[in-house]
């Protein structure tokens, strides 16, 4: 499976994927706001995109899929909800589907909602695991949930589905937020360590925009999926943002409330 990441420096800070097949380069957008970079990705990867993957409704995931079809003549998927948000979806995806590209790529889809209530992720299911999980899960952080979104939702995405993954399943994020967010596990567990050492490398020119997570580092890093740790629990009581039942659920809610005004 060849897998492209295109970082869009836009203000957004997106990522747009292509997912290809090594054998027949056929290839799958995801989210290809950007589509001129994406094209001429494709191009200079000896690429033929046949699909286009939209992972939830909002404009800057969806901005570019009128281009990439016009130039590509790829059909439109996105989650069967999302059919009345986004324009032109010719097929409508839920949690159980496979997408295949050529004979080397097979995909997963799961029902991940939260930061938007139709919103997919792409699980690789070859030997070398990969999720694609648009604004769900970001490098050290989680996506908002402003836009028709549900911080509940999010949480049972997390801990019902997200945490189950294989340890060593790669990360795909629609956004680079990564020093920030490093930075907000910081201001509540001052001596990750782990976190700390990943917030360093940051400093080198283009890391954010390179580093590829997998789950693995983000139970280390990221204070959503650290919802025990005593310094956390701490840290929010003295935000006054915590009750004594201390529940996951509880805590999750109130680090999401938290991170929205940080």
């Known amino acids: 499976m ?5 970082y869009t420096y836009n203000n957004y800070r997106n990522f747009n994927y292509l997912i290809g097949c090594e054998n027949t380069r ?3 957008a995801v989210d290809p706001l950007a589509y001129e970079l994406c094209l001429n990705e494709a191009k200079k990867s000896n690429l033929k995109i046949v699909s286009v993957i939209n992972t939830h409704e909002h404009l800057d995931h969806t901005g570019g899929n009128e281009k990439i079809i016009q130039h590509t003549g790829a059909k439109l998927y996105a989650h069967y909800n999302a059919k009345n948000s986004i324009k032109g979806v010719d097929i ?7 997408i295949k590209v050529g004979n080397t790529v097979s995909l997963d889809i799961l029902d991940t909602p939260g930061h938007t209530m139709s919103h997919i992720s792409l699980l690789s299911s070859g030997p070398e695991k990969s ?17 028709g979104g549900n911080p509940l939702s999010l949480y049972n995405t997390f801990y019902n589905q997200l945490i189950k993954l294989d340890k060593k399943t790669k990360i795909y994020p629609g956004h680079d937020y990564l020093i920030t967010n490093l930075q907000f596990t910081l201001s509540l567990e001052p001596d990750n360590k782990s976190a700390y050492d990943l917030l360093q490398k940051c400093k080198m020119e283009d890391f954010s925009t390179s580093f590829i997570s997998c789950l693995e580092t983000e139970l280390k890093v990221n204070v959503f999926f650290r919802l025990k740790e005593r310094s956390i629990l701490e840290s929010l009581k003295n935000k006054n943002l915590l009750s004594a039942s201390e529940s996951p659920q509880e805590v999750f809610l109130a680090l999401r409330e938290l991170r929205n005004e940080w």
């Open 2 to 6: 060849i897998i492209k990441q295109i």
């Open 26 to 28: 056929e290839a799958i």
């Open 92 to 98: 409508g995806l839920k949690a159980g589907d496979k």
């Open 131 to 147: 999720l694609f999980c648009g604004d769900t899960l970001f490098n050290a952080g989680v996506g908002n949930c402003h836009n």
